[in-house]
């Protein structure tokens, strides 16, 4: 048995790997279910760029590291690359929100400055 973070050869009774602590899966289990969050940060994140912008990022980033720390310490819980993607995707949207503020911001500045 191995941990599925860092690696380390684990003994099968090993509630978590003595390296980096991450705990174990219990023996003879099969699947994991997805957690909520994850999925729900991944939903919002991809919402924030097209159906709900602004809020929607914002929720895919808060969502996204509640479900990681939530998949972290609880062993049962799957979807990791679910939350990381709903983070990514929600800090992109922030990030473009942003600079649409910024290019409007800019475009105005410019309007007033010319004379007529």
Do not use: E
């Amino acid at each position: 048995m191995f941990c599925a973070n860092c690696g380390k050869d684990l003994s099968p009774q090993a509630p978590a790997c003595p390296q980096c602590g991450h705990p174990t899966v219990a023996r003879g289990a099969t699947s994991r279910t997805p957690d909520g969050y994850a999925i729900a940060s991944l939903a919002c994140a991809i919402g924030g760029l097209t159906v709900i912008p602004l809020i929607g990022s914002i929720l895919g980033v808060v969502l996204g590291g509640v479900a990681r720390k939530r998949i972290q310490q609880d062993p049962s819980l799957d979807g990791d690359a679910l939350a990381k993607a709903g983070v990514i995707i929600g800090w992109v949207g922030l990030a473009l929100w942003i600079l649409g503020i910024l290019l409007v911001i800019l475009f105005f500045a410019a309007v007033s400055s010319i004379s007529f």
